[in-house]
């Protein structure tokens, strides 16, 4: 049964559980999307307004690169499918499996044997006692010697073994050339080892190790699922600032058009126009930077939804969602209970008291004497066919029984003593490890609340800077038709709105950033987005 729950192809199911529905949840735990009448995930409208113009000015290449357009929720499902960080994580579960099945093979019998021919040659000679001479001898022996040794729950320790003779020669009678034994022996303790042995100790051990593997691969799932979100977001920034540049470029160059043309009819000075080229320049530096910032991006979300960068690489990734800020309630003590409760820290923290707590067990059973009941029953045969012999066993009519007791008692035990000591303030340390682990992961979460908290007001405040800038630029322009205004304060505000516009886009991205840095640190960050992981898989029994 044990190896069906680790099997790797089930391990690799449970990674790539289906993303579910996620209308039926709370829209607080669903930040990036609305569930409509239907209840099917919606993504809302994009509405970042002066983002919306088609990017002009764009290079073609000689080669059209592949695209791949794909939603947030996609790009999750190619990284739980080919992240290579998943995939080599995946195998901890597989081993700890593994190791599990080494510790229950304590339990298995084994079975031995022996399996000798012997000759015996004795020379001939005088009774000293009766001065009667006696000839030489020459005797053959086959013994026979099987056994059964195994170990039950209860560290009762039991063997069954038969032991069979046949002899040949000139002075062994006919009738006693076959003889043998069987035994059943059990060793039973009674103090160490009797509630808890090395082999039970191994096998609790290596079950918390299984349950260990499992979160430590949940711990990785949602590193990934962070950083894919992370990078996503940053993806689809770096785009739209490559538009934001185009456009602050086709600004530019359509402000350098019409200052010529003031400039051929007279009505403007010269000193205008090298300005306006001035601002054309740095504005095509700028997108320069843009695009190279927004391929670095897009490697970087190839290395996390594909296991072959080489075979993606000339792919262009084109999000198909938007940075619009979703509505978010947020509630630091909420968010206590669910980090308290979900964290993988804390739940391996937890699990390595539980193993510390059969390793405690265990050496404190060691300080105990060993004083094991012994018991055997058997019986013994002689005959003159192997046949018979058997037969004889079956009568039992020559049995043999013990019992007793054997023990072992180290003088003050110190060792076994020393060893509890320091296992016991080893837990200790873990408890104050936890209480630390806690706290901290209340403050991180803490923390993120009021990061979120701060980057979704900058953001609105962002939004209303770039729409002054936006009427500054508009006001400005026609002040400057009307010869009212000089190209240099046009120019000027021309940069502060490009400037606005980035920095929106920059609070959007750290928005979200800050909301998927909070739900990672509250744990909720595989459900909100809809993976479902059977934990009945964690339990090795």
């Not at 039926?24 to 983002?51: I, K, M, N």
């Not at 084994?110 to 399996?115: E, P, Y």
């Not at 080229?277 to 930077?289: C, D, F, K, M």
């Amino acid at each position: 049964m044990i190896m069906h729950c680790l099997k790797f192809s089930f391990i690799t199911t449970l990674v790539l559980a289906c993303l579910t529905n996620l209308s039926a949840q709370d829209q607080s735990s669903q930040p990036y999307t609305t569930p409509d009448s239907s209840g099917a995930r919606v993504v809302e409208p994009v509405v970042l307004g002066v983002f919306d113009e088609s990017p002009t000015g764009s290079p073609a290449s000689a080669n059209e690169p592949q695209m791949l357009e794909m939603s947030l929720e996609e790009a999750i499902e190619m990284a739980l499918m080919n992240n290579l960080d998943l995939q080599i994580q995946k195998f901890n579960p597989l081993i700890e499996g593994f190791r599990l099945e080494d510790a229950l093979a304590g339990w298995i019998p084994s079975l031995r044997g022996q399996l000798t021919k012997r000759d015996d040659s004795n020379p001939g000679g005088i009774n000293p006692q009766t001065n009667e001479p006696f000839p030489s001898n020459q005797t053959q022996s086959t013994f026979i010697r099987p056994s059964l040794q195994g170990l039950l729950p209860m560290g009762t320790a039991y063997t069954i073994s038969f032991d069979t003779i046949e002899r040949s020669g000139a002075f062994i009678p006919a009738e006693r050339r076959f003889t043998g034994s069987w035994t059943a022996q059990v060793t039973q303790p009674l103090l160490r080892g009797l509630l808890i042995d090395e082999t039970r100790r191994f096998m609790r051990v290596s079950r918390k190790n299984v349950e260990l593997s499992y979160t430590q691969l949940e711990q990785t799932m949602m590193q990934i699922l962070r950083d894919v979100e992370v990078a996503y977001f940053d993806l689809i920034a770096s785009k739209e600032n490559v538009k934001v540049q185009e456009m602050a470029l086709e600004l530019g160059l359509q402000t350098l058009r019409e200052n010529r043309k003031r400039v051929e009819v007279g009505v403007m000075a010269p000193l205008d126009e090298t300005e306006a080229e001035a601002q054309v320049a740095t504005s095509r530096a700028s997108l320069i930077q843009a695009r190279q910032e927004l391929r670095s991006r897009q490697n970087n979300i190839k290395r996390l939804i594909s296991d072959d960068f080489a075979s993606i690489y000339e792919t262009d990734v084109i999000p198909s969602d938007n940075l619009v800020p979703p509505e978010f309630d947020f509630d630091v003590y909420a968010s206590w209970s669910h980090g308290l409760v979900k964290r993988p820290e804390l739940v391996q923290a937890r699990l390595q008291l539980e193993r510390q707590d059969v390793i405690i067990k265990f050496q404190r059973n060691q300080r105990f004497p060993q004083v094991d009941l012994i018991a055997s029953y058997g019986a013994n045969g002689v005959d003159s066919s192997y046949g018979n012999l058997w037969t004889d066993f079956s009568r039992r009519n020559d049995p043999s029984t013990s019992f007793g007791l054997q023990f072992q008692f180290p003088i003050y035990n110190q060792a076994a003593r020393s060893r509890h000591r320091a296992a016991k303030a080893e837990k200790e340390m873990m408890i104050v490890q936890l209480k630390n682990l806690e706290q901290q992961i209340q403050a991180e979460i803490a923390q993120n609340v009021d990061l979120a908290r701060s980057a979704r007001e900058q953001l609105a405040a962002q939004a209303e800077a770039r729409r002054f800038a936006e009427k500054a630029l508009e006001v400005e322009q026609v002040k400057l038709a009307n010869g009212k205004s000089t190209s240099f304060v046009v120019l000027r505000l021309q940069r502060d709105l490009t400037q606005r516009r980035a920095d929106e886009i920059a609070a959007m991205v750290n928005y979200r950033r800050a909301l998927t840095s909070l739900s990672f640190s509250e744990g909720t960050i595989i459900e909100r987005n809809g993976i479902l992981i059977d934990s009945t898989q964690r339990d090795p029994d």
